[in-house]
């Protein structure tokens, strides 16, 4: 079964950078359209950025210029570069493949990224 494990998050201050990791056991992250998604209290899971298969990327407008997404297929880890942060960047922060995450139900426990001076 597949399973996905956040992990990078923290406390910083507003302007400092922050990298997370998603790992996963069960699948491949290379033959998968990938996401990462944010939830803050009160707030609607939010998908801020993907990768295709391709590599191709897109970001939402809220963090476009400021995170990097990105894959290394040999350690099957996928990474979120995260710079400039703001504190509006405070949520949980989740990774998942596009498709299951509309069609299925399933999470990791995400981790956590607080910003505050």
């Known amino acids: 079964q597949v399973h996905f494990v956040e992990s990078g998050g923290g406390l910083v201050q507003p302007g400092e950078s922050l990298r997370l990791s998603c790992a996963a056991s069960g699948m491949t992250f290379s033959i998968h359209d990938m996401g990462w998604y944010r939830q803050a209290p009160g707030n609607e899971r939010e998908l801020v950025a993907t990768i295709s298969r391709a590599g191709r990327t897109t970001y939402s407008d809220s963090v476009k210029g400021r995170f990097t997404i990105s894959r290394n297929s040999a350690k099957n880890t996928m990474y979120l570069q995260m710079s400039s942060l703001k504190p509006e960047d405070t949520a949980v922060y989740f990774c998942?493949?596009?498709?299951?995450?509309?069609?299925?139900?399933?999470w990791g426990q995400g981790t956590q990224v607080t910003v505050s001076s």
């Open positions: 998942n493949t596009l498709l299951w995450a509309s069609t299925t139900d399933y």
